[in-house]
């Protein structure tokens, strides 16, 4: 593996808890799409792959990695609205809201950044949530000054698993893309750090198994934390 000069952290199921915050969160959030139609509530939660009862979702949600705007087509269908920019921009305000009141960090993310920032590696987030949803959170969880970048599916880069949001952290902080790690939770992550010719850190902090495809990443740690201890035992960054 390539040494390890900027790390990308994908947000939900690696920095945040994504049972704890997005379980409750949707439901929220398709709670009031739906408003008093119960039939389009259930019909939101089938689609969702969503168990209303747990408020958590199953594996084969496309919630777990999509954006809104890749599951927003079938919640506008459902509710017989337009999958127009204004439906999905109205999903991302009702999900900066819920998630607000539902954010659940992993661990300590603060203090792991921070030692990893102490490496004197740049560090940034690459989400399929909003950017503002992300800077919200960020600023919640005390991370942002340790950021050099928050980018979101609607940065302009494109959403994961495209790999415009490693390219422009590589482009940012002038680090070749072969020595930034994306660290995330799911197959998506992979397949982003894999489409940008960067290095894949996957963590098991996150809401589904990574066991199926774990031998295709260049690392495989726990929790961010752990990749914190691991990278200061290799003497990574420049202190």
Do not use: C
Not at 180 to 201: E, F, N
């Amino acid at each position: 593996m390539n040494a390890v000069r900027a790390i990308l952290f994908d947000k939900d199921g690696t920095l945040i808890d994504f049972d704890r915050t997005w379980g409750p969160a949707a439901g929220g959030v398709m709670a009031r799409l739906a408003g008093t139609n119960a039939a389009a509530l259930s019909r939101l939660h089938e689609g969702s792959h969503y168990i209303a009862e747990r408020r958590q979702f199953l594996q084969t949600s496309p919630l777990i990695a999509g954006s809104s705007r890749q599951f927003g087509p079938l919640w506008a269908q459902v509710l017989d609205r337009p999958a127009s920019e204004a439906f999905f921009a109205e999903i991302d305000e009702l999900f900066i809201d819920e998630g607000q009141a539902n954010l659940a960090p992993l661990g300590r993310p603060r203090e792991a950044l921070a030692r990893l920032a102490r490496l004197g590696l740049p560090l940034g987030i690459a989400t399929n949530d909003s950017e503002r949803n992300a800077r919200i959170q960020a600023d919640l969880l005390g991370l942002t000054d340790l950021l050099a970048a928050i980018y979101g599916h609607d940065s302009g880069y494109g959403s994961k698993p495209l790999p415009g949001m490693v390219q422009a952290f590589a482009e940012l902080t002038g680090v070749p893309a072969a020595s930034v790690a994306l660290v995330g939770d799911t197959h998506h992550d992979l397949m982003t750090a894999r489409a940008a010719g960067a290095l894949s850190i996957l963590v098991r902090s996150g809401p589904g198994p990574i066991d199926d495809f774990a031998d295709e990443a260049d690392l495989v740690v726990d929790d961010v934390e752990a990749l914190a201890e691991a990278l200061e035992q290799q003497g990574v960054g420049t202190k």
